[in-house]
């Protein structure tokens, strides 16, 4: 266990600061970032608080979270999953481990994607170390926070966050259109992939900013959060749509609402699963290091961007598996309902010589 936990206090007067970085209080349209952060962290320290004095209810809330990841892994197929062909039904477990296949198939293609976020992991660790070198700067842009400081970590939110959205939907559909270029039996190189999202990026673009202002606008209010999850969930296959069926933004969403249509939940489940593991991969290993080990701050952010590196190719892969899941069921369903597109059966007719309307033949019994 390392000195600051073992020792708060000598640790504390040793390697603490005498400031701290000024974050904006003002009010924003809407609930504030910081707001928001302060209100996990006080939600969180009374949970932990509440708990600790009330042992049976840690030990209830703990047993609750093993039975449900238990339930969700067992009511899944893990077995028989090969990553090829792409479309054809998988359960949500077979998706996870074809996407796993997938990746050691093709280590040099998926490594490429690694690093990408690799990459883009080091620049956001590089952007908030200046700003946090920043701590000390002068107030020379009081107006919008009353602090530059604030203005400056408000602003580099907002840009990893934008930064960090744009890279997964580009990796997202990199993955469904190398997906369905094995499926379609095509080479794939990086060069063809990079041209054909190029092509699709007016579509793209549209799409992901109709979903994005939707969820937006749906949690401005409290009330209509659920409604947010609702529309998250059942549009969640835009990206792979306007990739591998080649819609039209518009088209996209639509498309997607009915594929979701009826299985919502079977749906929402494995996209909670997969992409919470994904997003929650590099933060609990950072989390186990910081209590664990002496490392600094900066080289467990850097371990804990390359975990997060790896895993989100990984999700990616799995979240595409699950739409083409979607897409062979709704194609089964189809094929098996009244206006699938096969002609119907041709009705037996004959003319009586009067001119009388046509009267349907029964069918011969043998």
Known sequence: MKESWTAPIQ???????DDSTTVPGGALLGPSSTGAFCS??????????ETLDRTWLLGLLLAALVVAVWLAGSRTKWSDADPLPARRRRAWGQSVVSAIRLFRLRPLLFGAFALAFTVLSL???????LQVARRDAPTDLGAPTEDATGFWASLLALAITILTITTYVALLAAVTR?????DRGEQVTAASTARALLSRRGALARAVTQYA?????LTFFVATIP????YAVSRAFVVQLVVAEHCSGRDALRRSRRLVQGRWWLTAVPLAVIVGLGLA?????????LLATDWSPTLINVVSSVLFALAMPIAAAAVAYLYFDRAAESAADSSRSPGSGEMPAARHTYSRNDGSADQEVPPLRS
């Open 178 to 182: 190398i997906l369905d270029q094995l």
């Open 281 to 289: 991969a590099g933060p609990i290993a950072g989390i186990v290091l």
């Open 213 to 217: 202002l939707v969820l937006l606008v």
């Open 227 to 230: 409604l947010a999850v609702y």
């Open 123 to 129: 620049v956001i660790v590089i952007l908030a170390r």
């Open 40 to 49: 996990v962290v006080a939600t969180g320290s009374n949970l932990v608080r």
């Open 11 to 17: 640790d504390a007067e040793a390697t603490w600061r």
